[in-house]
């Protein structure tokens, strides 16, 4: 990458950022999770509103697939993360083990195939 790339990337990430972190605080004045406000600005910044107007008027071409990457990244650890830190509660423990070892929530013996 060249140093301009570069520096377009990190503004980039700057603006998605703060925008993220904006629209978060509004989310919460409203009563909602900020979590709500993150994704409205990812749908915002992103290719899906007006086919992409934004991010194409934004960001220049060469770093919207890094872009577009990290928000891959972004997304598995957003769908991820959330087993990664509830702890089981009770007795639930082997049993979320399991579940997060095989993928499967349901006992071995029920697990039925379609």
Known sequence: MTPEQ????????????VLGRLLGAAARRLGQPPVVGELLAGVL?????FDGAAARFLFPA???P???ALADLGLVLFIVTP??????????EAEHLRSRATGCDSPPGRTAVL
């Open 66 to 68: 890094l872009l577009a």
């Open 83 to 92: 087993s990664w830190i509830s702890p089981p509660s009770g007795g639930e």
């Open 45 to 49: 910044l992103g290719p899906t509103l």
């Open 62 to 64: 060469d770093i919207r």
């Open 6 to 17: 570069v520096q377009s990337f990190f503004a980039a990430l700057a603006a998605v950022l």
